[in-house]
Nanobody
Framework: QGQLVESGGGLVQAGGSLRLSCVAS????????MGWFRQAPGREREFVGA????????SYPDSVKGRFTISRDNAKSTVYLEMNSLNTGDTAVYHC????????????????WGQGTQVTVSS
């Protein structure tokens, strides 16, 4: 069994930036498509974006398009989520996930999940 471990969350003021990291272990990371999801208190888990194993087909929902960027470094088995122009609506626990399915925008598309990292945006 492998693991996905997120880091980089924290408290940031509105308008600020954060970069989240997700390190994968125990499986062939370079062949996996990776996604990011977030879940705010009392709300359903929401798709934030995904990147294919080749790193050339990221996709984002309208809520984060133009502000969030996903990238990956296969040599480090790491996927990143760069978040800019953060607002209070971005406050949530952010999870990375892995799958061999593509495209992959639904929770059910993903087989492996990290525990999440908390992002809190203050006004």
């Amino acid at each position: 069994q492998g693991q996905l471990v997120e880091s980089g969350g924290g408290l940031v003021q509105a308008g600020g930036s954060l970069r989240l990291s997700c390190v994968a272990s125990g499986r062939a990371f370079s062949s996996l498509n990776m996604g990011w999801f977030r879940q705010a208190p009392g709300r359903e888990r929401e798709f934030v974006g995904a990147i294919s194993w080749r790193g050339i087909s990221p996709s984002y929902p309208d809520s984060v398009k133009g502000r969030f960027t996903i990238s990956r470094d296969n040599a480090k088995s790491t996927v990143y989520l760069e978040m800019n122009s953060l607002n209070t609506g971005d406050t949530a626990v952010y999870h990375c996930a892995a799958t061999q399915t593509w495209p992959a925008t639904r929770i059910s598309d993903y087989n492996y999940w990290g525990q999440g990292t908390q992002v809190t945006v203050s006004s």
